[in-house]
């Protein structure tokens, strides 16, 4: 199994700053297979990023995500009072198998 | 619009079986990948179970042998049989449907949420 490990835990930061979170998988994992979401309290998930780099319809190009076999990231450039929010990567391997990062709370500093 | 609304779920005892169903609209489910993804209160989220296009069905080792997915193409929905259910398995359920030729899901919808207690 494809264990997702996803760094720091919790992130503070102010209004303004850049993020930059985390996510190593323990296999190498393909390009058009590692997505970003975000999650707010009380909502479902909200994909960001798919295919490790491309943004999801109506996402902000503040959001950006690269990387490649064992590591990928997730930038915020610009950090905007709604993105404040728990963050998780996740990625599909065969056989079948969606398997989600533990998350990463981004709270304001 | 692409909407997907599930329902189904409550308060059942340790034991016993429950069917969550996840009506779609604006797109067809058996034309897309659909899965079920559970989120544990106050925990991360875990992916459940997948169903393909052809059919075929797939599911986390924690569900096996438990817990079926299936659509009815008629209806246009998606379904999840849950038996022997176990405190462990309170969660909301989430249904979502996989982007093509990606291994993310675009679409979710607003969950059901289950609790397993006597």
């Known amino acids: 199994e494809n264990v997702l490990t996803q760094s720091p835990g919790t992130l503070s930061l102010s209004p303004g700053d850049r993020a930059t979170l985390s996510c190593r998988t323990s296999q190498s994992v393909s390009s058009n297979d590692l997505a970003w979401y975000q999650q707010k309290p009380g909502q479902a998930p909200r994909v960001l990023i798919y295919g490790t780099s491309s943004r999801a319809t109506g996402i902000p190009d503040r959001f950006s995500g690269s990387g490649s076999g064992t590591d990928f990231t997730l930038t915020i450039s610009r950090l905007e009072p709604e993105d404040f929010a728990v963050y998780y990567c996740q990625q599909y391997s065969s056989p079948p198998r969606y398997t989600f990062g533990q998350g990463t709370k981004l709270e304001i500093k | 619009e692409v909407q997907l609304v599930e329902s189904g779920g409550g308060l059942i005892q340790p034991g016993r079986s429950l069917r969550l169903s996840c009506a779609a609209s604006?797109?067809?489910?058996?034309?897309?990948?659909m899965s079920w993804v559970r989120q544990a209160p106050g925990k991360g989220l875990e992916w459940v179970s997948v169903i393909y296009t052809a059919g075929s069905t797939y599911y986390a080792d924690s569900v096996k042998g438990r817990f079926t997915i299936s659509r009815d193409n008629s209806k246009n929905t998606l379904y999840l049989q849950m038996n022997s259910l176990r405190a462990e398995d309170t969660a909301v359920y989430y249904c979502?449907?996989?982007?093509?030729?990606?291994?993310?899901?675009?679409?979710w919808g607003q969950g059901t949420l289950v609790t397993v207690s006597s």
């Open positions: 979502a449907r996989g982007r093509p030729n990606y291994g993310d899901y675009n679409y």
């Open positions: 604006g797109f067809t489910v058996s034309s897309n990948y």
